[in-house]
């Protein structure tokens, strides 16, 4: 890499992918630890509080490392990619306040409220501290989210000539974009699936391993699957309706996903796999499911879908010659065909298996059945790695499809990145996040093993405020000016 714009589109890769493994795991898990501690509440089983304590540990870590790389995005944005944060700015400035403003404030002060609030707090109120954390995290990322559909669609702006920047006229009109409504269910039901597979996969690891505990760790497994299973129809279904939307208002993505060069005479095939040469091009055997790509992209079995040489005339004739990227021919505005195809067959194909293993543990620990074997605790071990890899090649197919364009229409990838940086800087960059994240990576595995390992806590009575004797006098302060 010898230039500034591939040294800032890799380091942008590298902090996104990397932030990205835990921002749908935190909105997962913070469901899944209100659901079992409201359990807790309307059964008074100590299990589930021995569970939602567990994993409410690790959701803390997670929430704090997702917080911590999710800070240097931000900043990219002002140090690699300046250009482009002039030109959104007014678009992106209002639903990333509110996000920062609202949702995050609103995260944080509760999941305070819930850490410290065991002995403080009555019982149903430190509940609803959870759940309010978790509607925080589904407020974030709808802000977040908006911002990003705006980039794949742009709308409710004005572009100022005199400025060079696109100026927001019409904020309902970002917030609820048609890409928006698409990628948010998507996304949320995604990260529900990866939450309920982490519950999965650390339960099956100690239910084989615990035996003492085995039954409590059978009961969150089975939580775990259920929300998986369910999890994963939605994703699916989601998934379909996001698909026809991106088909609409970017066809070429739809395009790239297959490799489709040439406009389907009648419908067109889906292809489960397919050998041809390194840069996509042509295709030398493929096996394929005959009209699939033409339901998957329209809804319609015999209807026609657009191919790359046709959209990429279409787009010359429409936005000129520019090149895009420094490695893109002038007018050619493919994305890396490779990567878009391959990358959304492994979305599909690991968010599948997921779903698909979350089916096979419920059978078999139906009707208190309780396989103890160790290729069951690595069955169980499965479902998280998959759907973790099917979230971040899901993300880069979104991104990567939209290529050359880093604001679909109206800017480019090479003209949004910053003017002012030099090579040694960029790479001073990349390499000192590398670094960091590194070990950043070193600590969360560590933390997350030594809590994983350890198992839940023993059971331990937690004090009800809403029970005490109004005259505490002789408790000690523990606020006060």
């Known amino acids: 890499m010898d230039s500034v714009l591939d040294i800032a589109r890799w380091q942008f890769a590298i902090v996104t992918v990397y932030h990205f493994f835990f921002v749908p795991l935190t909105i997962g898990l913070s469901l899944l630890c209100a659901v079992m501690e409201t359990i807790w509440l309307r059964t008074r089983s100590e299990e589930w509080l021995r569970l939602t304590k567990f994993f409410g540990k690790l959701f803390l870590i997670n929430i704090a490392m997702g917080v911590v790389t999710g800070i240097v995005q931000e900043f990219q944005f002002g140090m690699n990619w300046s250009a482009y944060s002039r030109f959104v700015g007014d678009i992106f400035g209002a639903p990333l306040a509110v996000e920062a403003l609202l949702a995050f404030f609103l995260e944080s002060t509760f999941i305070g409220l819930w850490i410290f609030g065991w002995d403080k707090l009555p019982r149903p109120l430190h509940c609803a501290c959870l759940w309010i954390v978790h509607l925080g995290t589904l407020a974030s990322s709808w802000f977040i989210l908006a911002a990003n559909s705006w980039m794949q ?242 993300w880069i197919f979104t991104e990567a499809g939209r290529q050359p364009w880093v604001v679909f229409g109206l800017m480019t990838t090479r003209n949004a990145v910053s003017p002012g940086v030099s090579v040694a800087e960029a790479w001073i960059s990349i390499l000192s996040l590398c670094a960091i994240y590194s070990v950043l990576a070193v600590v969360e595995l560590a933390l997350l093993v030594k809590f994983i390992k350890k198992g839940a806590d023993p059971y331990v009575e937690p004090p009800d405020p809403s029970w005490r004797n109004h005259d505490d006098s002789d408790r000690p302060l523990t606020f006060a000016y």
């Open 153 to 394: 669609h742009p709308v409710g702006y004005h572009y100022n000539p005199t400025t060079g920047r696109a100026e927001l006229t019409d904020f309902w009109a970002v917030m609820f974009n048609k890409v928006q409504l698409g990628a948010f269910p998507h996304v949320i039901a995604a990260s529900y699936l990866t939450g309920a597979a982490f519950l999965v996969g650390i339960s099956g690891w100690l239910y084989v391993r615990k035996q003492h505990d085995r039954q409590m760790y059978r009961r969150s497994m089975r939580l775990g699957a259920w929300v998986l299973a369910f999890a994963g129809i939605v994703v699916a279904i989601t998934g379909d309706v996001q698909g026809k939307i991106m088909t609409d208002v970017q066809p070429m993505k739809m395009a790239s996903a297959e490799a489709l060069y040439h406009t389907s005479d009648t419908c067109a095939p889906f292809s489960l796999f397919t050998i041809g040469t390194r840069d996509g091009k042509h295709k030398k055997w493929a096996l394929e499911v005959p009209c699939l790509l033409s339901f998957l992209a329209t809804g319609k079995f015999d209807e026609r879908v657009q191919g790359i040489d046709n959209l990429r005339a279409e787009y010359q004739k429409t936005y000129g010659s520019d090149p895009g990227a420094e490695y893109y021919a002038p007018g050619d505005y493919t994305p890396v065909i490779p990567l878009t195809y391959w990358s959304f067959r492994w979305m599909m194909g690991l968010g599948a298996s997921g779903a698909l293993l979350a089916f096979w543990l419920l059978w078999l620990t139906r009707k208190g059945r309780a396989p103890t074997g160790r290729w069951f605790s690595w069955a169980a071990i499965l479902a998280p790695i998959f759907v973790l890899l099917a979230n971040s090649v899901g």
